[in-house]
């Protein structure tokens, strides 16, 4: 039979080899802005149904356990890591923060430490029977949990070069067994080279006299952690036996559950283990990590490259441990926890053979080069003790004070930086902002998301059974296919408007820029609007609200035929223009948007101002933020020279000059929420509107002459309605209150879901 290094060497299988998917579980607390452990409940915002994906609580009410969905790439699998962490911050209290340490902080009375108040009881009753028999303050320590799946086209290429006489399952299970029993012979080295967790503040000791007397490399791995008593037994020899035994610790009382063994690695692949015998294993769970102390996220992308290769090597190598080297392995790990952080280890040259593996594979699988680089630096920790995590986190927090301070420093920079921009979803800032508000209250409503297409914005929500495929955070299946042609097309928007009695403004279509050139005398110093058919968020468009010149109508026409092939001509309407947005039949929102403006100081000019008002952090470029940067091209220099205005005039204090006659925001302009104060009966025409354009989501632009006067069939006309309207300007306006429009969404695509979040 051919070995497996040979087999993995043969052409192609190196590549498919390194295939493999990984998915991570931070634990973390939650604290006060003082350092002390959050003592309030899990925040209202999340939703703490036992059903959330994205974020769960685990042992305490104070928390949070961050999952990742399982990826391929390193770099996606920090993305979504980035973004859970973000929402859970900005989920909690505005001074809570997440503590960045795997030894807990300064911990209060027993008494005041509330187990997760979950739904059902008996996950309760299994948290209160966990206090009992080992206390709170062990339960306390947090870690990261390395979930790791191979290719199955690996493994089913490997099991068809055996020729075996097992079935495939079997053959995947042992395959599964083998890399267990190695990883927990030779599980040390991960807590030697990761271990972050030398000491711990003196309120997590139950006595004093359990303190060690030198900084160790990692409490959580050393038997101040997560180990059974001695008299529970366990086997990674077969599955069946796996099985039998972890069973029998429960029927005979040595546990009261079968999570409640505590290894460092946990066969996954069914809710018991005798569904696993029956199912076979899908992925192991590695459950040995401290969590990073400098890293925001509480693990580095190269820690997560270092462990991907690492369990690949443990596949790799000869060897295949036996149950007595697993004991040993285990012997190991608790005794290189507990060595002194600035010690070289005593399985060294243990460690080096492994590196020097390592690296061995490498060249045989054609693995990449920044693998190397990583295993360079390994190699620096396993030489210099003193560059491990723990001995360099020892070295900043020697004591108590110091523990405490550290912690508080590091959860705060982390919640600074995660609240700088709440309209962003760190990891996925490349989407377009609706998607990415939509993305984050679907991990913060305990929503799964497939992002199916991210260059075309679509994602796939799934709560329970039900799923809903959305594209750009507003086009759902609520909405008819034709509706959103029909408001593409602005002729055929006002068609059908007007043949459904609402007011919209007179225009003439063109189809060619000559024709519309030999009509051009016909407007000359007539308030209009030139604007293509098709195109949105101002592209295009000029505006002259008290006429125009011959040329400039001209260089408009040019303008709007260059961004369509069809072009509106269309009368200027007099008056205020307001978005409103319609969902489910009803105006959610409505928003007042000032075209790009600046207002003088009576020395600076207006390309001085321009760049002084571009400095708020609400503005951005791309779309990726609630306000635009306000531009200085061709149709900003026209609006002012409608004005009789340049970039080099100076305006005079509190004089207001207008860069743009068009309102968008896409193109500049300020947002104020008028949605409580619109006079109720335009809202009622919006939400008619919609319904006549067959959309179920619609943006709808209306010129108003007074907001607070009812309708009547003259003081009001839409301009255009569109199909893509963005949520953002509503969700984060300039001024005013913000409208909650993607949790609205989703309680209208899952109005089965009972665990709402609060809006806001």
Not at 207 to 219: A, E, T, V
Not at 313 to 319: A, K, N, P
Not at 365 to 378: F, H, R
Request: with cysteine; net charge negative.
């Amino acid at each position: 039979m051919q070995g497996l290094q040979s087999f993995i060497s043969a052409d192609g299988m190196g590549q498919l080899f390194q295939q493999s998917t990984v998915g991570l579980e931070r634990e973390g607390h939650r604290i006060a802005s003082d350092g002390k452990l959050a003592l309030t409940p899990h925040p209202p915002k999340i939703d703490g149904a036992a059903t959330s994906f994205f974020i769960q609580r685990d042992f305490a009410e104070s928390q949070l356990e961050l999952v990742t969905p399982p990826v391929h790439d390193t770099s996606e699998l920090m993305q979504w890591l980035q973004a859970i962490h973000e929402v859970a911050v900005r989920s909690c209290d505005h001074d809570e923060r997440l503590w960045p340490f795997s030894a807990p902080p300064a911990l209060p009375s027993d008494e005041a430490i509330a187990v997760a108040n979950l739904e059902k009881a008996e996950d309760i009753a299994y948290r209160e029977y966990l206090v009992k028999v080992y206390g709170k303050k062990l339960q306390m320590i947090s870690g990261i949990h390395y979930n790791f799946e191979l290719s199955d086209d690996f493994i089913q290429a490997w099991y068809q070069a055996n020729d075996s006489r097992q079935s495939y399952q079997s053959f995947k299970s042992n395959f599964y067994l083998r890399l267990a029993r190695n990883f927990l012979r030779y599980q040390w080295l991960v807590v030697y080279l990761f271990g972050a967790s030398p000491a711990a503040h003196d309120s997590f000791y139950n006595k004093l006299s359990d303190k060690f007397d030198h900084p160790i490399r990692s409490i959580r791995n050393s038997h101040l952690g997560y180990i059974n008593k001695d008299d529970v037994t366990y086997s990674y020899a077969n599955l069946e036996e796996y099985a039998r035994q972890l069973t029998a610790n429960v029927d005979e009382g040595r546990l009261v559950a079968e999570k409640e063994f505590y290894s460092n690695v946990r066969l996954r692949g069914g809710k018991t283990a005798w569904e696993l015998v029956d199912h076979g294993i899908d992925y192991l769970e590695f459950r040995l990590f401290d969590i990073q102390p400098q890293a925001p996220y509480g693990i580095w992308a190269e820690d997560i490259d270092f462990m991907r290769y690492f369990i690949l090597y443990l596949i790799w190598m000869d060897e295949d441990s036996n149950m007595d080297a697993v004991r040993l392995g285990n012997k190991i790990k608790t005794a290189v926890a507990e060595e002194d952080a600035f010690s070289r280890t005593a399985y060294y040259e243990e460690g080096r053979e492994i590196l020097a593996g390592m690296r061995q594979m490498l060249v045989a699988i054609g693995g990449p080069k920044s693998v190397y680089g990583i295993l360079d630096k390994m190699l620096d920790r396993l030489d210099h003790p003193e560059l491990t995590p723990a001995a360099k986190f020892y070295k900043k927090a020697p004591d108590n004070k110091t523990y405490q301070i550290m912690g508080e420093e590091i959860a705060a920079k982390n919640a600074e930086d995660i609240r700088r921009y709440p309209y962003l979803l760190g990891g996925f800032t490349d989407m377009e902002l609706s998607t990415q508000l939509l993305m984050a209250d679907a991990i913060q409503g305990g929503y799964y998301i497939d992002i199916l297409d991210r260059d075309q914005q679509i994602i796939r929500l799934t709560y329970k059974d039900h799923q809903e495929i959305i594209k750009n955070a507003n086009i759902t299946s609520k909405d008819t296919y034709i509706s959103h042609y029909v408001m593409e097309n602005k002729e055929v928007t006002k068609l059908l408007l007007e043949e459904a009695g609402y007011q919209v403004p007179k225009s003439q279509t063109y189809k060619h820029l000559d024709q519309a050139k030999a009509d051009i005398s016909r407007f000359v110093n007539r308030p209009l609007v030139v604007k293509p058919k098709s195109t949105n968020m101002g592209i295009g468009i000029s505006i002259f609200k008290h006429g125009g010149k011959e040329a400039d109508l001209q260089a408009a026409l040019e303008l709007a035929f260059d961004k369509d092939d069809t072009v509106l001509v269309e009368e200027y309407v007099d008056g205020t223009e307001y978005r409103f947005y319609v969902m489910d039949g009803k105006t959610q929102a409505v928003l007042l948007r000032v075209g790009a403006n600046v207002r003088g100081d009576g020395e600076s000019t207006i390309a001085q101002l321009v760049d002084e008002k571009n400095q708020d952090k609400l503005r951005g470029n791309d779309h990726r933020s609630p306000l635009e940067i306000i531009k200085q091209g061709p149709e900003e220099a026209q609006t002012l020279k409608n004005q009789g205005l340049d970039f080099d005039s100076v305006l005079a204090k509190g004089e207001l000059a207008y860069l743009r006659d068009n309102s968008n925001i896409s193109t500049g302009g300020d947002s104020i929420d008028m949605t409580e104060l619109m006079h109720p009966s335009y809202k009622e025409i919006a939400q008619e509107m919609a319904k006549a354009l067959g959309a179920n989501i619609s943006g709808l632009d209306l010129i108003i002459a007074d907001y607070e006067e009812a309708a009547t069939d003259k003081n009001y006309a839409c301009i255009e309605a569109n199909f893509n309207p963005m949520m953002m300007m509503h969700i984060y306006p300039a001024k005013g209150q913000g409208q909650p429009l993607n949790k609205r969404l989703l309680q209208s695509l899952f109005p089965e879901k009972t665990h709402y979040t609060k809006e806001g």
